[in-house]
């Protein structure tokens, strides 16, 4: 017997009915983003590893959890764990009109220890703006950001900011806090003490209680903020409380990532356990673009999971799965031939149709126009066939009649805009003339 297969670990097939919700909520994000004027940016899922490594060497994306690899001409490569900096990539590549503002969706790579809401291939929603360094654009990312929580129904989260300042701000901040966790050393988690050196930051954002509770009482780097780094994050601050998004500073917040500067924020879900509550996590990086080969250039982006906004609105149990993808199911008893012919009509007129295959039976086909969740069925018998007529049942009220072949689209559509009765969808129940047949 043939081996079988099953997905890799810490990945996961997404099949349809699901899928659909997928699909819905990519279609929400696409919405939003382009109301706030983003366009849609494709790249490749595969770049030059050097590409990545300027998320920082010391960071554990890049050590422990890059998916790289030697194609078959020797160039060392990567795939993609994260979409800004494929998208810094393409700016620096193709150098657009600024500012840049495009969105996109795409699978990323880490290899990690699969959880809930954390796999080793997860998908993500990303916004960016590239060429504008205007503290209000950090004020509409974050807008966005909750635009689309609002869209999706999502009610509990929290909103945290903080500020890296400039590369400046931040090597000052980097040594002065590196000192203070020397001499706590001995107090942290043992892979804590490992980043003290080579990546101090990163300390405070340990999940680690012992950690945790060292660093409570550590150094911020609002200490050692210059002017305009103060008033760049007091302008964003002012900005959101304009638009009436509330949101806390935590000084403690860092994200994971070497190329961040000024901007930092997450919506945390606060539906979700602590250690997986951060749904959309971003921020700016005006170094990254120069840092691949580009002039001094501004950007800011924020990237979001889907599995784990699914598990959110799980937890508030909104944003439930749309209902059927079918407005018609064809019933056909004869050839199949009608139902080739009606399908591919109400298709071209803008339905969605489906409908049965293989010959099977009446009391067969009008279950699966029930499973299907299709509001009309269209029944083409011998007699329907013969008559030039068919015969259209409306699934959710359990009525039906015969027309004119030539009328079923404008009969069809006719139904569809009637609602529906509270609670119905397609039934299996089979008409008079569906029962005649079978019993033939």
Known sequence: MPETFRAPIG??????????????????????????????????????????????VG???????????????????????????????????????????????TPAFRYERPQAGRLRQHH???????????????????????TYLAALGLERWRL???????????????????????????????????????????????KRPETQAVVAGAPRIADVLDDGSRAHFERVQAGLTALGIPFEVDPGLVRGLDYYTHTLFEFQSEALETAESTIIGGGRYDGLVEQLGGPSTPGIGFGSGIERMLLACDAEGVFEAPGSALDVFVVDVTDGSAARDLAHELRLAGLRADRGFDGRSMKAQMKAAGRSGARVAVIMGEQEVTDGT???????????????????????????????????????????????????
């Open 390 to 440: 068919a015969t259209v049942r409306d699934l959710a009220r359990g009525e039906q009649e015969v027309v004119p072949r030539d009328q079923v689209v404008d009969r069809v559509r006719k139904i569809l805009e009637t609602p529906a009765p509270a609670g119905k969808t397609g039934t299996p129940a089979s008409p008079a003339s569906a029962d005649k047949t079978e019993a033939e």
């Open 160 to 206: 945290v900011v903080n500020t890296m300042g400039t590369p400046a701000d931040r090597v000052t901040y980097a040594q002065t806090l590196t000192a203070w966790l020397r001499e706590r050393a001995g107090d942290l988690a043992a892979d804590d003490r490992d980043k003290i050196e080579s990546h101090p930051l990163r300390v405070l954002d340990s």
């Open 59 to 105: 960071t554990d994306i890049v050590r422990k959890e890059m998916y790289d690899f030697r194609d078959k001409g020797d160039r060392h490569m990567a795939l993609r764990p994260e979409a800004t900096a494929s998208v810094a990539r393409a700016y620096v590549q193709h150098r657009p009109l600024t500012p840049w503002k495009v969105w996109c969706v």
């Open 11 to 56: 990945t996961q097939d997404v099949l349809p009915p699901a899928s659909a919700r997928w699909q819905a909520l990519i279609a929400a994000f696409a919405g939003v983003a382009e109301r706030f004027g983003y366009g849609l940016v494709h790249g490749p899922l595969f770049e030059d590893l050097g590409v990545f490594q300027r998320l920082g």
């Open 124 to 146: 993500q929603v990303d916004v960016e703006v590239i060429g504008a360094a205007d503290p209000d654009v950090d004020v509409e990312i974050i807008s966005l950001g909750a």
